[in-house]
């Protein structure tokens, strides 16, 4: 096992009882299953904003599109 994989490690304790090789099994995939859902309906965060973005500054007003070109034409 990778210290990566020691990290990911849940550790689960039966404080009552005993639980048969399938009881767990049973219990670790219902688990697995309602874990994997949660992170299919989780909401990502937002990408964070560079400082350039953040700061940037338009270079010029958006083109207005009921304008015509000449302004002048008739």
Do not use: C, H
Request: aromatic share 6%; proline share 4%.
């Amino acid at each position: 096992m990778s210290a990566e994989d020691a990290a990911d490690a849940v550790e689960i304790q039966v404080l009552r009882g005993s639980a048969t090789e399938e009881e767990l099994a049973a219990l670790i995939a219902v688990l697995s299953e309602a874990f994997v859902a949660e992170e299919a309906d989780a909401v990502a965060a937002q990408k964070p904003v560079s400082v350039w973005g953040r700061n940037q500054r338009a270079l010029r007003t958006p083109l207005r599109r009921d304008v015509p070109w000449g302004r002048f034409s008739g």
